[in-house]
């Protein structure tokens, strides 16, 4: 069963950046869709960023200007740069990967202070 584990999070004051890395235990063209997402307390999970098979990247309006997605074919690894970061963007941020089903890292939390 693959598997996704989530690293780089942790605590930054506004302003700052954090790049999350996702390594995955095959190869990300095995995966229709790789994606950030993420959940703040007493919030529903949303989406961050996609990346298609393709190469289509998405952003949540949130993210647009501020955050980008990448990958790394040679390593499995997905990555997510995020810059100019905001207290809001406090979360806990999980990779997932999608063939049919949709396979969920642990995830990794970012605290954002003011």
Same mark, same amino acid.
Do not use: H
């Given at each position: ?6 690293s780089g999070g942790g605590l930054v004051q506004a302003g ?18 790789? @994606?950030? #997402?993420?959940? &703040?307390?007493? %919030? ?7 990346? /298609? ?26 990555y997510l740069q995020m810059n100019s970061l905001k207290p809001?963007?406090? @979360?806990? #941020?999980?990779? &997932?990967?999608? %063939? ?7 995830? /990794? ?6």
């Amino acid at each position: 069963q693959v598997q996704l584990v989530e690293s780089g999070g942790g605590l930054v004051q506004a302003g700052g950046s954090l790049r999350l890395s996702c390594a995955v235990s095959e190869s990300i063209f095995s995966f229709n869709l790789m @994606a950030w #997402y993420r959940q &703040a307390p007493g %919030k529903q999970r949303e989406l961050v960023a996609f990346i /298609t098979i393709g190469g289509t990247i998405n952003y949540g309006e949130y993210a647009k200007g501020r955050f980008a997605i990448s990958r790394d074919n040679a390593k499995n690894t997905v990555y997510l740069q995020m810059n100019s970061l905001k207290p809001e963007d406090t @979360a806990v #941020y999980y990779c &997932a990967a999608r %063939k049919i089903a949709t396979t969920w890292g642990q995830g /990794t939390q970012v605290t954002v202070s003011s």
